[in-house]
Structure formats: structure tokens, C-alpha cells
């Protein structure tokens, strides 16, 4: 049970990130990682509609015909992003007008519908909240890391914005690093940049771990098979 736990979360962070790895849902990973506080709203709402989606989806599959099981997904999903789109309305309204049509996006992300037909629908429901859970942070940490580099590097700044989420007390939180920055940062070609350097470090990374943990050949010193 712990290990298969284990390998939920090591998939969801890393192994199997969606946006590191199954490159899902990158229309807003890319158009709203401007800053660090846009891209940890979008990844939070995100997450909770993963994960309340997978446990809906897990609670119910024993009820659904395997015809008509895509379209109710779809339907579930939709349920749950009006819902949250409903809530950032009245709870986080300036975040909400600058995430604007993206959360209603989230209805559209392939990671979702992905992960509601390859987990939940046959996993129980503790896995199914912890699969959407992992995934989305995951996915959460892949745009507060891409819009924390786009922001320092496009406009010199870090956290700006931060009273939208957490209010007028962190108005004093914005970092200001540098005096203006490098303009292509902000704009589109520079999230992809950013992304295609994101990934290009997991995958040195991966590669530098699957050396270090290869076997050494029988016969062979340690030394020289180094």
C-alpha cells in the first residue's frame, strides 16, 4: 500500500508530470505563467478540479456504461470547473479577471479527462483523490516555476501581484530584484523557451540518476566502470 502510494506521488511530481512529461494542458501553462502568483492560481484551481473530478469519477464508475463513461466525464468536469470558476468570481475577483477565459479552460485540459479515464475510473476512491491531487501539483509547480523565471527575468520582479491571493496584507511581499528586464521574456515565444528548459533539465537530470543507479558489470572495478 505505501509503495504503491509512493509511486502515485513520484508520478504525479515527476515521473509522469503533465507538464513535463505528458506535455497535457499547455495552452494555459503557457499563456498565464507571466508571473509566480498567476501560475500558482491556475495550478491550484486546477488541482482541485483534478482531484475532485477523480473522486467523483472513481465514486460513480461502478454505475456507468462503458459508451456514455467519456461524455459524463466530460459533463463531471464541467460541474466542477463552473463551480470553482463561480468561487474565484467572488472570492479572488481581481485574479480572476486576470486569469480570465483560462479557467474556463480548465474544462479543456487533457491531463483531467486523462486522468479521470486511465486512474480514477479504475482505481478506488483514496487513489483517485490522491492520483489528482499528485498531478496537480505537479502541474501546479511547473507554472509557478516557469512564471516565477519569466517574471524575474521579463520585468525584474518576484511574487508580484500577490495581494490577489493572499490579500492586501502581501502587498509588501513583491520582490523587486532588478529595474525592468528582458521584454521577450513575457511574451510567448519566452514561455516556451522557459518550458523546453524546464524539460530539458528533467531529462539531464533523469538521465545523470539512471547512470548513477545502472549496475556495474560483474568482473569490472568499480573504479573503471565509472
Known amino acids: 500500500m505505501k509503495g504503491q502510494t509512493g509511486d502515485v506521488v513520484a508520478a504525479g511530481l515527476w515521473s509522469n508530470n503533465p507538464g513535463l512529461v505528458q506535455l497535457l494542458g ?5 499563456a498565464v505563467s507571466g508571473s509566480a502568483v498567476n501560475g500558482l492560481g491556475l495550478g ?5 478540479v483534478l482531484a ?12 456507468l456504461r462503458p459508451e456514455i463513461r467519456i461524455p459524463i466525464f466530460v459533463l463531471v468536469i464541467a460541474s466542477l ?3 470553482v470558476e463561480l468561487a474565484m468570481n467572488a472570492w479572488f475577483h481581481e485574479l480572476y479577471r486576470v486569469l480570465g477565459i483560462f479557467i474556463p479552460l480548465i474544462v479543456t485540459n487533457c ?3 486523462g486522468r479521470a479515464e486511465a ?9 483517485a483523490v490522491l492520483d489528482g491531487l499528485a ?4 502541474f501546479t509547480a511547473v507554472l509557478v516555476v516557469l512564471g516565477a523565471g519569466r517574471e524575474l527575468i521579463g520585468q525584474g520582479t518576484l511574487l508580484s501581484g500577490a495581494h490577489m491571493m493572499f490579500g492586501e496584507a ?3 511581499v513583491e520582490l523587486v530584484l532588478a529595474d525592468g528586464g528582458f521584454l521577450l521574456a513575457l511574451l510567448p515565444p519566452g514561455a516556451f523557451f522557459g518550458l523546453g528548459l524546464l524539460v530539458a533539465a528533467k531529462n539531464v537530470i533523469d538521465a545523470r540518476v539512471t547512470r548513477r543507479m545502472a549496475p556495474v558489470p560483474t568482473g569490472v572495478p568499480a573504479g573503471e566502470a565509472a
Open 26 to 30: 499547455l495552452c494555459p501553462l503557457l
Open 44 to 48: 491550484l484551481a486546477t488541482t482541485l
Open 52 to 63: 475532485s473530478s477523480n473522486l467523483t469519477v472513481s465514486l460513480i464508475r461502478g454505475a
Open 81 to 83: 470547473v463552473t463551480a
Open 111 to 113: 491531463a483531467i479527462i
Open 119 to 127: 486512474f480514477a475510473s479504475r482505481q478506488p476512491p483514496a487513489f
Open 135 to 138: 498531478m496537480g501539483a505537479g
Open 170 to 172: 502581501a502587498r509588501g
